[in-house]
């Protein structure tokens, strides 16, 4: 990085600390500026989330004493839950009489399975006892969520924390996940001798002696990036403390005329968008002829607590533009955030245009929020409390442990990764099936603890970004000044960045913003290579001068395509300004791709 830019930086981050001490938005507690007397404190709460996973006691408190408290004032509603308990046990009971009757056939079930839920999908389900059991777990399951939903005067966001954690207990306590309870297992028990059990014994043992170990699990032996993942041909061209610069080489005689720089997520490694040569996007933005760059980001270690989002911003997005427009030779850049990445390209437009710079021809957002109202499920764990927990747990070892991050998200969807990987690898004794996805998804990167609280500070509690109090340089950015065309992604199931939350980027900004919606979710649904099947996609633009189309109504009346978008999305970059030429040259060959950042463990 320039000195011109260090400096800019560091003055950057001073003015974003009085800004934030002004505005009363809580300043991080480091080290260097902890209050004296606090670093007990800090030391007692990181000691204090090794036994709760990061969850923090006192969020967690304040939730349920929330709902508990306000439901002991109210007996109307504690009278329906009381008539719905007897309501449920006489179905119930009606049910059990019906399907021991002989010669009754099988008795209508009393509650169906919510859609997501596969549970209880074999036939062996429907066999006495067994039916009795998950019908009579299901109907409580129903009764406990209308016991935590509902109650006057509680609030949302501790409605949402006691509804999940419930929801947690009676995932865990499911009969599909013990043998007594599980016909499945029984019949695979009895069908294999047992061999099932004892291979299932050998897989949690390798489990723990791996996870004991630190070792990476069985299924992402497999793939390892620059092996048969991240094998586009390129070169690193630009490389500093935080980012490698990779540049793919062309495919095709001729290019388009302007290049094209992702910004991924720093939460995982660059290579979701570089898998296999079979599901590549960068392969295929090649193959189609665009000079593709992909900024690959440091894992951070404890040397790099102080890093802050103004760095990411700085040493990421705009050393990278600079490196892209040297090589090139280009006056502007077509760019790409997927993501966190998204949300820090928005925050990098806004503040290009603040300052006259026009250098981005183009913005696609791919599965990327800049307005944090409605986050999704992963609000569940954003609190003040629980970010002040997560800050001491950060402070005593200077970053966000990647078995943190892994333990929220697969909380999020308990059912499909944690309870029934188990069954299947544990009880079944099934192994572990390959799949590069899989294999990314656990090769997670740690985040530098200034960085991550200043973004969920200031954008996910305080949604700085969307309600214009955010800033870089120590000056105030506003999404409405970018003025580049945006094409912004949203994925129809996506539990990290809900699809409504994304098409609000057209409330935000004063450009054309044309909106893809596609089948599938925050990871599947971004890796769609064309010829997969049961995808589809709708797509329409959205004038700058037109009037706004509600989400619901978007997607009710716009039409719908099968297939991959990609090709949707090559075509309109394919259309912007600029003829097809030579390729530009390699920059500067400082070692093949995906170079050594992604391989930092």
């Not at 009795?132 to 949402?160: I, S």
């Not at 924390?161 to 009676?170: D, E, H, M, S």
């Not at 992702?262 to 995982?268: L, Y």
């Not at 649904?525 to 109504?553: M, N, W």
């Amino acid at each position: 990085m320039s000195t011109a830019r260090q400096a800019n930086t560091e003055q950057g981050r001073e003015h974003e600390r009085q800004g934030s001490a002004w505005q009363g938005v809580p300043v991080p507690d480091y080290p260097e500026s902890a209050p004296e007397g606090a670093t007990l404190d800090l030391l007692l709460n990181a000691w204090l989330g090794k036994f709760t996973g990061g969850i923090s006691p006192a969020a967690l408190g304040n939730a349920y004493a929330d709902w508990l408290s306000h439901l002991a004032l109210a007996p109307s509603k504690q009278q329906t839950l009381l008539q719905e308990a007897w309501k449920k046990i006489a179905r119930w009971q009606q049910y059990a009489v019906q399907s021991a009757l002989p010669g009754a056939g099988a008795a209508p079930p009393c509650i169906a399975p919510l859609p997501q839920d596969r549970r209880f999908d074999d036939p062996a389900w429907q066999r006495w006892p067994y039916n009795l059991v998950y019908q009579g777990f299901l109907l409580q399951q129903q009764w406990w969520h209308r016991a935590t939903t509902g109650v006057r005067g509680v609030a949302p966001h501790h409605e949402d924390v006691v509804t999940f954690t419930v929801r947690q207990w009676l995932d865990m306590l499911a009969p599909s996940n013990f043998m007594l309870t599980n016909p499945v297992v029984q019949q695979a028990t009895l069908a294999s001798g047992g061999a099932n059990l004892a291979r299932g014994m050998a897989h949690m043992a390798d489990d723990w002696q791996r996870a004991a170990m630190g070792q990476h699990a069985p299924d992402q032996r497999s793939y390892q990036a620059g092996g048969n993942v991240a094998v586009t041909p390129g070169k690193v061209v630009y490389r500093n403390d935080l980012i490698e610069l990779i540049q793919y080489a062309p495919a095709t005689a001729r290019v388009h005329a302007t290049p094209l720089l992702f910004v991924p997520a720093w939460i995982m490694k660059f290579y979701i968008l570089d898998l296999s040569p079979h599901n590549s996007l960068v392969r295929y933005l090649v193959g189609q002829g665009h000079t593709v760059f992909m900024i690959s980001w440091k894992n951070p270690t404890e040397e790099d607590r102080e890093l802050s989002l103004e760095d990411y911003r700085q040493l990421g997005v705009m050393d990278a533009l600079d490196a892209v427009g040297a090589i090139t030779g280009a006056p502007q850049v077509h760019a790409a955030g997927y993501c966190l990445g998204g949300t820090l390209l928005a925050i990098a437009a806004a503040s290009m245009a603040r300052d006259g710079d026009a250098r981005l021809a183009s913005i696609t957002m791919l599965a990327s929020q800049v307005d944090f109202k409605e986050p999704g499920e992963l609000s569940l764990f954003i609190d003040d409390s629980q970010v002040s927990f997560l800050e001491a747990a950060m402070w005593k070892q200077g970053y966000l442990d990647t078995k943190q991050m892994a333990g929220a998200f697969q909380l999020l969807r308990s059912n499909d990764l944690v309870w029934s990987r188990r069954l299947r690898h544990y009880l079944l004794g099934e192994d572990e099936q390959d799949s590069d996805l899989m294999a990314w998804n656990a090769d997670a990167t740690r985040m530098p603890c200034r960085m991550h609280s200043e973004y969920l500070r200031r954008l996910f509690l305080h949604n700085d970004l969307a309600e214009g109090r955010y800033r870089t340089a120590g000056r105030h950015i506003a999404l409405p000044d970018i003025g580049a065309p945006i094409f912004a992604v949203g994925t129809l199931t996506d539990h990290v960045a809900p699809w409504r939350s994304v098409y609000k980027l057209q409330l935000l900004t004063d450009t054309d913003v044309t909106f893809l919606l596609t089948s599938g979710g925050h990871n599947a649904g971004v890796v769609s290579p064309p010829g997969q099947p049961r995808r589809s996609y709708q797509l329409a633009t959205h004038r700058h001068d037109e009037p706004y189309i509600d989400a619901d109504s978007w997607q009710r009346d716009v039409p719908r395509h099968d297939g991959s978008w990609w090709p949707a999305w090559q075509a309109w970059l394919a259309a912007r300004p600029g003829a097809l030429a030579a390729p530009p040259p390699m920059g500067p060959d400082l070692g093949d791709a995906p170079g050594s950042y992604v391989l930092q463990t």
